[in-house]
């Protein structure tokens, strides 16, 4: 192991394409720093590519197109600091290109459709992040998207959607169970809303993690409903609702944050983090500078770009707890 390289520390951020993930590792780059985070998209560990699916009559989903057997044993050999060649997957050409030399880093995040699938590999992810976006928002996202850009009709984008259910169901969703938190989009609960505009996000933090606490609203532990709108926070109709408990979910005990609505004007968001507790911030107004860091990526103002920080905020936390050395790990569990 390279003397500079202590430990990698190993993020595991697992979701459907087109579900947000480039925006979270843009805000992960901000606290991690561009030099010291590698990205690794699990797209290039396809065994079959575009035409061998087709002819295979499976989908990149399916465990059968994806090549788990390297993808264990590389990035075995990032978290053991070696470097590796790793393949490449063309999006454009759904072809394999020849490899490139990836060297180990302090962070190494492997993201895609199956990083927590496989057991080996989801022993060597330090924290887990799933993406849960609800079908009704995907159907409307994927709406917006493709009738705009790319032409197709109501008819073609539903079908596509039902076509990965199957593969979905059984290979992607499973991976939550695992996930050491998961974000989860849902539509509103506060107006009846068909387009899926307001978005109501639930961070679903669970509890045991080493090196891992949840974040709270107000009074660790306790069932917390809260309307923040009023003189604090601009609102516009019908508001934003704001909630915080304890859960179960798939049979582990989490704490869980949610945000329905969404806020006006991200320069006030101060008011919301501090009522927030143990966030992973370092200083009074971190969590909102990040937040407007990125104010005009897609859903900065709701609870997903909020969430989306205060993981990347509990993710750097969880990191200096994992490469400090056994004094400062007790110190930071007192």
Known sequence: MTSQLDKVVIIGVAGDSGCGKSTFLRRLTDLFGEEFMTVICLDDYHSLDRKQR???GVTALNPKANNFDLMYEQIKALKNGQAIDKPIYNHETGELDPPEP???????????LHPLFDERVRSLVDFGVYLDISDEVKISWKI????AERGHTYEDILASINARKPDFSAYIEPQREHAGVVIQILPSQLIEDKE????RVRLMQREGIEGFSPAYLFDEGSTIDWRPCGRKLTCAYPGIKMYYGPDNYYGN????????????NLEEMIYIESHLSKTGTKYYGEMTELLLKHKDAPGSNNGSGLFQVLVGLKMRETYEYLTAGAEEKVAATV
Do not use: T, Y
Request: charged share 30%.
């Open 54 to 56: 087709k002819v295979a």
């Open 144 to 147: 917006q998207r493709d009738m």
């Open 196 to 199: 899926n505009k307001l978005l």
């Open 102 to 112: 990836i060297k180990p880093n302090k962070v190494v995040v492997v993201e895609g």
């Open 253 to 264: 005990e989490v704490s869980v944050l949610e945000v329905d609505g969404q806020f006006d």
